[in-house]
């Protein structure tokens, strides 16, 4: 099965690339790994906010990071040149999670993203991960993702 039959099977719509807010790229490609910004928490294209173990549940942070990951698939999709059959793996995500002082389920938050990829990518979709706690996000947003995979190099057309 194709990565879009599994997102089709998902029900899930890859959004385009995001415009950054700052100084940076989306993406860049060194060799055979591709390293994706820092998507921040969206919800209904607005910045999904607020502080974890404070505003929001550890299941809303979840659905944060979900639809984080979504995002990184549309900017991933754009740096595969259209194809993320290309992905041979997922190498590594990092998540940081805007939280309470006393929060202490930043892993629990990241699995939305996490089970999400594996869902998505099978194996290829197992990965290293990080997940942080901070003080806060650009606007106040509830998760950060970047993600770095491996791709395979493209096939002449």
């Known amino acids: 099965m194709s990565i879009y ?40 294209g607005k910045p999904w906010v607020g502080k974890l173990g404070q505003e929001l549940s550890t299941e809303e942070g979840q659905q944060a990071a979900r639809a984080t990951a979504i995002d990184l698939l549309g900017t991933l999709h754009a740096a595969t040149g259209g194809n993320l059959d290309r992905v041979e793996r997922i190498v590594k995500v990092l998540s ?36 942080f706690g901070v003080a806060q996000l650009p606007l106040g947003v509830a998760v950060e993702i970047e993600l770095i995979a491996q791709l395979s190099p493209e096939t002449p057309a």
């Open 96 to 131: 940081l999670v805007n939280s309470a002082p006393d929060y202490t389920e930043h892993h629990l938050v990241t699995n939305g993203a996490s089970e999400l990829i594996a869902q998505v990518f099978g194996e290829k979709g197992s990965h290293a991960r990080s997940a």
């Open 5 to 44: 039959d599994k997102l089709n099977e998902l029900n899930i719509q890859l959004p385009p690339v995001a415009t950054p807010a700052a100084a940076y790229v989306p993406f860049v490609q060194s060799g055979n790994l591709v390293f994706l910004s820092g998507h921040i928490s969206r919800r209904d």
